[in-house]
């Protein structure tokens, strides 16, 4: 089993920024790429981003892209989501997800986090 653990999140105005945690325990052996899905109120949840496992490949939401940076450390089993210009629309529950295999993306996930709530005013 393996377990993801989000933190980071809170509220914030605005244009200002957060950046959410994930880092990842158990059996983690093997290649496995993360990602983060959010789901806001009376919403489906949704892709926000997915990295790869060794961190080289990135893939963004048009709604995030270019405000949203994912990372990888590998060390540490850590993804960090750095969001800035955050807009009342980006307002959910952040669920870290990973997947295992050599795909280089989170796809359909196979484990999830209990989610963070990241709250935007206007």
């Known amino acids: 089993q393996v377990q993801l653990v989000e933190s980071g999140g809170g509220l914030v105005q605005a244009g200002g920024s957060l950046r959410l945690s994930c880092a990842a325990s158990?059996?983690?052996?093997?290649?496995?790429?993360m990602g983060w899905f959010r789901q806001a109120p009376g919403q489906e949840r949704e892709f926000v981003a997915t990295?790869?496992?060794?961190?080289?490949?990135?893939s963004y939401a048009d709604s995030v892209r270019g405000r949203f940076t994912l990372s990888r450390d590998a060390a540490k089993n850590t993804v960090y989501l750095q969001m800035n210009s955050l807009k009342p629309e980006d307002t959910g529950v952040y669920y870290c997800a990973a997947r295992f295999g050599v795909q280089a993306v989170v796809g359909d996930p196979q484990y999830w986090g209990q989610g963070t709530q990241v709250t935007v005013s206007s």
């Open positions: 990295i790869s496992y060794g961190g080289s490949i990135t």
């Open positions: 158990g059996r983690t052996f093997g290649p496995y790429a």
